[in-house]
């Protein structure tokens, strides 16, 4: 078992402050308002909402499955790389991943705007918002889908947490994991392509009543892809 190492100790209680905060102590809606992270184009996004979404979560299973796989593989990293390391590590891939993503949805957004007059997409920008952050969505199944698109919030710590599981598989890729929903013992290097193959299944066939965001997830993944990469033409093996 890991030793729940300091930095991530820190950050599994911010989350756990964030969650509380969300539904026992702040207006909820506000909070997701504030906080989560909403497209370019919606009247809800805020430049801060790169690092807070972070630290956002949906239900109490999304928050513990976050926080138990920031437990099981950034405790490692922390191990190996030391405080400043990781979590230079661990934000560079939550905002990167967030840019990666915002950027993947500007153009599903601007593609998708085609399709639809004036006035409908001046009615989805002033009023649309208001209505997602209220549980509800148009009727229309036109309108209602480019509601989603625009002013669905995207939250959670699921793409700096994918980019540990990528660092953590390129640094140990033998290493056998047993995961809670994968009863076998499964190779390192084994499990991320198959994790890879998993979330472009279920974003590209129309598998969207699981409300994830899997190209987050991937976005995650390639970020610290890149990083590790980087860091590794670089020798970037210790920090002080």
């Known amino acids: 078992m890991n030793r729940l190492t300091e930095s991530v100790k820190h950050l599994i209680?911010?989350?756990?402050?964030f969650y509380?905060?969300?539904y026992?102590?702040?207006?909820?809606?506000?909070?997701?308002?504030?906080f989560a992270m909403f497209s370019t184009e919606s009247p809800n996004f805020k430049i801060w909402q790169l690092v807070t979404y972070m630290f956002m979560h949906g239900s109490f299973m999304h928050i513990a499955f976050n926080m138990f796989a920031l437990w099981m593989f950034g405790s490692v990293l922390e191990n190996i790389w030391g405080?400043?390391?990781?979590?230079?590590?661990?934000?560079?891939?939550?905002?990167g991943s967030a840019i990666l993503y915002l950027l993947i949805k500007y153009f599903q957004i601007n593609a998708a705007?085609?399709?639809?007059?004036?006035e409908q997409i001046n009615l989805i920008l002033?009023?649309?918002?208001?209505?997602?952050?209220?549980?509800?969505?148009?009727t229309d199944p036109q309108l209602g889908f480019l509601n989603e698109l625009i002013n669905v919030p995207t939250l959670g710590a699921s793409g700096a947490i994918a980019g540990l599981l990528m660092a953590f598989g390129i640094?140990?890729?033998?290493?056998?994991?047993?995961?809670?929903f994968l009863p076998i013992p499964i190779k390192a290097k084994y499990f991320i392509p198959l994790l890879i193959i998993y979330e472009l299944s279920m974003e590209f066939a129309s598998f969207s009543w699981d409300n994830v965001a899997h190209l987050g997830h991937l976005s995650g993944m390639a970020i610290g892809f890149i990083i590790m990469r980087y860091w590794k033409k670089r020798q970037f093996n210790r920090w002080n």
């Open 113 to 118: 705007l085609t399709e639809y007059s004036q």
């Open 24 to 34: 026992y102590l702040v207006d909820n809606g506000l909070m997701v308002e504030f």
């Open 83 to 95: 405080k400043k390391k990781f979590l230079t590590f661990y934000f560079l891939t939550g905002v």
């Open 20 to 22: 509380i905060a969300t």
């Open 171 to 180: 640094l140990f890729p033998n290493t056998e994991l047993m995961l809670i």
């Open 126 to 138: 002033t009023q649309g918002a208001e209505i997602i952050l209220n549980g509800r969505n148009y």
């Open 13 to 17: 209680i911010l989350n756990v402050i």
